[in-house]
């Protein structure tokens, strides 16, 4: 605290309020910053270094550093924080290791494996030169029309506290005052605060109209748990409680999250969320800062949200004891990323990114995360031997089984060659098989020289990420003919084990009405290994894993939502 004093007590307004103000990379040069002293910058979604989204872990280390390296020598010295959505691995950077999304970590009930996932995240990110994550999400999904409620992990407040503490420890490490990270762990951020997920309809950006008692029982449960476990960065939630947008809600910014809660991290904006407010723009709101948002992520307005801050702190719309307060505890998760050290931290190790070991853990997070709905006649595990027809739209294709936030923001035009680390459920499982001694072939439309024993029909939900895939029921809406697909199948008297692939549980019945085994996989990202340790017996009759996994969320008995009478209840 004293350094940061000192250093307050010689920096400028402008630098100041450089602080406060957060620029995304495809708006921004590092050259910038010798004139707009900023404090931060993100990488968003759609994005990546020099426009290249494919860019490689050398490319964002040097990316970074030049951000770094113009902030130390312009203004009063100090380095910025660089962010991303690391939110299922660094799932920005092709050949990170890729974890199922939170839905299928909600599946595995196992907070110990979440810590491990966290380490190995900040452990990638750093070794990109990257030092904060806008993740842990501790949404708490109550109406899965919402197209994040696969960011979520679970609709038990009891484990996404357990969760949220386990994700914030294994990014952040414990907390030592006066002692920066070590060099593998980056800063979290607890998000979107507060009731992203208890919106009307389960509307992306919506208004979640409860009590204050819901709102703390449901929604709040995880930010307890981070806010004690140290978690150093909130994220303001673009929705609104009763009519509030959080953005502007100096009651939950301040009073209850700095007040009542003690965080005293910092509380950043959502992407031009702060534009949404009542008389504000994208380039003008001394509301949000009043409220109690003290970086404000303005992605192509920093220029505007700079200039207009400047104006509201010279006329004293934005008192400065608001403004050194947001810059103190700016500077303090600085402090704590060992950034004002004289010799500031440089991070990690590029050779970190995507070992044996960390896709080890990704593989065995898929494993856990599978939830067995259905299996007549024991019909899985695949018998050692068994000649196997591996088909449908999901069975070859990365980009299904990793979802949004993967390599782009909707991860819809990812290619296998994104993800050299990784192998698709069907390669996956064909290897096994043959490993097993028996046959497999892959065939999307299902058409197979000699007939198989058992088919598996790998099929599920196109990627989509935030609005994109709000949707209107919960009903399934086949892509290309699998029922049709399925029922062919058994007319030939083939058994039909299905593995879903979806960011939320959906009204399916015919599909699983007809397959004889039906398997809720979720988004397994990269490691389709995982899903073959479950599914297939090696030549010892025995898997190399089981099912452990228990359905995070109700699966509903028919399209409406929220789910009354579920066809399964939470695991
Ligand atoms: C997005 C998301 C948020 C993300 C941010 C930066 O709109 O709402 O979760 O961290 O922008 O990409």
């Given at each position: 605290e004293g350094r940061i004093t000192t250093l307050m007590q010689r920096m400028t307004l402008r630098q100041k309020l450089g602080q406060l103000i957060q620029a995304d990379i495809t708006a921004i040069k590092p050259a910038d910053l010798k004139r707009y002293p900023l404090g931060s910058i993100l990488a968003g979604g759609n994005g990546g270094p020099y426009g290249n989204e494919r860019a490689d872990t050398a490319t964002w280390v040097r990316l970074v550093g030049e951000f770094r390296a113009v902030s130390r020598r312009s203004g009063a010295g100090i380095p910025i924080l660089?962010?991303?959505?690391?939110?299922?691995?660094?799932?920005?950077?092709?050949?990170?290791?890729?974890?199922?999304h939170n839905i299928g970590l909600g599946a595995a009930h196992d907070p110990e494996l979440i810590q491990r996932i966290g380490a190995v995240t900040a452990a990638e990110l750093s070794g990109s030169g990257i030092d904060w994550t806008f993740a842990p999400t501790l949404a708490v999904p109550q109406d899965l029309r919402w197209g994040r409620s696969y960011e979520g992990y679970s609709a038990q407040p009891s484990l996404i506290a357990a969760y949220a503490r386990a994700l914030t420890l294994g990014l952040q490490g414990p907390i030592t005052?006066?002692?920066?990270?070590?060099?593998n762990k980056v800063a979290a951020t607890a998000k979107h605060f507060v009731a992203d997920g208890g919106t009307e309809g389960g509307k992306d950006q919506g208004d979640a109209r409860m009590s204050e008692a819901e709102l703390v029982a449901v929604h709040a449960a995880g930010y307890a748990l981070a806010v004690e476990t140290g978690v150093l960065a909130v994220m303001a939630s673009f929705s609104s409680w009763n009519g509030v947008k959080a953005h502007g809600n100096r009651y939950l910014l301040t009073d209850v999250l700095k007040g009542r809660m003690g965080f005293d991290g910092l509380v950043v904006g959502d992407w031009n969320g702060h534009g949404q407010l009542p008389g504000c723009t994208p380039t003008d709101c001394a509301l949000t800062i009043n409220a109690g948002l003290d970086l404000v992520m303005a992605p192509d307005s920093w220029k505007g949200m700079f200039d207009s801050t400047l104006r509201h702190a010279r006329r004293g719309t934005i008192p400065i004891t608001r403004i050194d307060d947001a810059v103190r505890r700016v500077l303090r998760v600085k402090a704590q990323l060992g950034l004002l050290d004289p010799a500031p931290m440089e991070?990690?190790?590029p050779a970190r990114v995507g070992t044996p070991d960390h896709l080890a853990v990704a593989r065995e997070a898929v494993a856990k995360s599978l939830v067995l709905l259905k299996n007549n006649d024991g019909v899985l595990p695949i018998r050692p031997g068994a000649r196997v027809l591996i088909t449908g739209p999901g069975a070859?294709?990365?980009?299904?089984?990793?979802?949004?936030?993967?390599?782009?923001?909707?991860?819809t035009d990812t290619t296998a060659a994104?993800?050299?680390?990784?192998?698709t459920v069907g390669r996956a499982i064909?290897?096994?098989v043959r490993d097993a001694g028996g046959?497999?072939?892959?065939?999307?439309?299902?058409?197979?020289a000699a007939k198989p024993d058992v088919a598996i029909v790998v099929f599920g939900e196109q990627p989509y990420a935030e609005f994109q895939g709000d949707v209107p029921d919960l009903a399934f809406r086949p892509l290309a003919g699998e029922a049709e697909l399925i029922a062919r199948l058994k007319a030939q008297?083939?058994?039909?084990?299905?593995v879903f692939l979806s960011g939320r549980p959906l009204f399916v019945p015919k599909l699983i009405n007809a397959s004889d085994a039906f398997v809720a996989a979720w988004l397994p990202g990269s490691q389709g290994q995982g899903v073959a340790d479950v599914l297939v017996a090696r030549r010892d009759g025995t898997p190399a894993r089981d099912f452990t996994g228990r359905l995070p969320f109700a699966w509903p008995a028919d399209a409406r939502s929220p789910i009354t009478a579920p066809l399964w209840p939470v695991g």
């Open positions: 660089f962010g991303v959505d690391a939110v299922h691995g660094h799932s920005n950077l092709p050949g990170a290791t890729i974890f199922p005052a006066g002692t920066p990270l070590p060099a991070r990690g190790d070859d294709d990365m980009a299904m089984q990793s979802g949004g936030w993967t390599v782009t923001w909707q991860g994104d993800f050299p680390k990784g192998q064909a290897a096994a046959e497999a072939v892959i065939a999307a439309d299902g058409a197979a008297g083939i058994k039909a084990i299905s």
